[in-house]
Nanobody
Framework: QVQLVESGGGLVQPGGSRRLSCAAPGFTFSGYAMSWYRQAPEKERELVAAITGSGGNTNYADSVKGRFTISRDNDKTVYLQMNSLKPEDTAVYYC?????????????WGQGTQVTVSS
């Protein structure tokens, strides 16, 4: 079982920036669509940003467009650059790797990293 590991969370002031990273020791993300989700207290988990296996296409939630950027580096690490952070961005952020090969589907998650936006 592949375990993704997120890092980079913490406390940040409103208007600040933070970069999250996602990696999996011994595993390559080649061919996997990578996504960042988040879940705030008492709310459903929601998709924040996604990037295709080739890295050619990205998709963002309306609430983060223009502020967050997802990227991938050498198929070993996926990043989420978060700028102009708002208190409503406070949540646990999760990394997801997904791939479908014919009838087979692979779906891996990390444990999450807490991001708190507060003054």
């Amino acid at each position: 079982q592949v375990q993704l590991v997120e890092s980079g969370g913490g406390l940040v002031q409103p208007g600040g920036s933070r970069r999250l990273s996602c990696a999996a020791p011994g595993f390559t993300f080649s061919g996997y669509a990578m996504s960042w989700y988040r879940q705030a207290p008492e709310k459903e988990r929601e998709l924040v940003a996604a990037i295709t296996g080739s890295g050619g296409n990205t998709n963002y939630a309306d609430s983060v467009k223009g502020r967050f950027t997802i990227s991938r580096d050498n198929d070993k690490t996926v990043y989420l650059q978060m700028n102009s952070l708002k208190p409503e961005d406070t949540a646990v952020y999760y990394c997801n790797a997904h791939r479908r090969l014919g009838p087979l589907e692979f779906d891996y998650w990390g444990q999450g990293t807490q991001v708190t936006v507060s003054s």
